[in-house]
Nanobody, 115 residues
Framework: VQFVESGGGLVQPGGSLRLSCAAS????????ITWNRQAPGKEREFVAI????????QYADSVKGRFTISRDNAKNTGYLQMNSLKPEDTAVYYC?????????WGQGTQVTVSS
């Protein structure tokens, strides 16, 4: 099982980024995908989750209305569209899935929101 996240970078407050999470090694279309983040000195926290077919999504209150999670099962890729970014969104962003009771994480992609 492998995830490769990309799309992070430095962006000014109010800007946008689109993160991608390319998956391999499992049947992506049957797996729920979660985005999480970890800011410096803080614990990793939930950001958003999407069901296997993409019909059900949930968000942390801190990102609701600004972030959109999606997926393309034909490409084995998940996405996180982040708009109206704030300095407090600065973190390493990870995608994750749970298979047979085990969590599998990507290596993460750094997002820095700063002027």
């Amino acid at each position: 099982v492998q995830f490769v996240e990309s799309g992070g970078g430095l962006v000014q407050p109010g800007g946008s980024l689109r993160l991608s999470c390319a998956a391999s090694g499992f049947t992506f279309s049957t797996a729920t995908i979660t985005w999480n983040r970890q800011a410096p000195g803080k614990e990793r926290e939930f950001v958003a989750i999407i069901s296997s077919a993409g019909g059900i999504t949930q968000y942390a209150d801190s990102v609701k209305g600004r972030f959109t999670i999606s997926r393309d099962n034909a490409k084995n890729t998940g996405y996180l569209q982040m708009n109206s970014l704030k300095p407090e969104d600065t973190a390493v962003y990870y995608c994750k899935t749970r298979l047979r009771g085990m969590d599998y994480w990507g290596q993460g992609t750094q997002v820095t929101v700063s002027s």
